[in-house]
């Protein structure tokens, strides 16, 4: 991804080569989509060619314009937070292991819910317990 597309593109053998390379599917749509571009092409036109939304194509150059190459990146997702911190969940699972080692009987989600809503105020769902549960083991 060396290559400067602020100069005409359409033209540079590097950019052409850097698309036929490139093997991430939506970035090679989107090094497409500045070909296009930099041969003049409306971005209306361009949406059409690739089969895109033209908000997606006026997104790319946008970035492409505002930040070269590296804004044509995927950015990470966060994602929603974790609810309980990193602690809380080593203070679930060290209660886990105490009562499984010292009751024969099953324990059962309900009562991981309620432990979880006494000790640290957070109010889970039944199938988010199970979800906890498969996390930290």
């Keep these: 991804m060396g290559v400067s597309m602020k100069t005409d593109a359409s033209n540079d053998p590097g950019f052409l080569k850097l698309i ?10 989107k090094l497409l989509a500045l070909q296009h571009f930099h041969e003049g092409k409306s971005r209306y036109q361009i949406a059409d060619y690739l089969k895109v939304s033209r908000t997606s194509v006026n997104k790319w150059v946008s970035c492409y314009l505002a930040n ?5 990146k995927e950015k990470k997702h966060s ?14 699972s060290i209660y886990l292991k105490v009562r499984q080692s010292g009751s024969k009987r099953k324990l059962y989600g309900s009562e991981i819910q309620s432990y979880i809503a006494d000790n ?3 109010n889970y769902e039944i199938s988010n317990i199970y979800r906890i549960l498969e996390r930290l083991s």
């Design 120 to 122: 640290f105020g957070v």
């Design 68 to 72: 070269g190459l590296e804004g044509l």
């Design 20 to 29: 036929r390379q490139e093997k991430n599917a939506r970035m090679k749509l």
């Design 79 to 92: 994602g929603r937070p974790p609810t309980l911190t990193k602690e809380q969940l080593k203070q679930l």
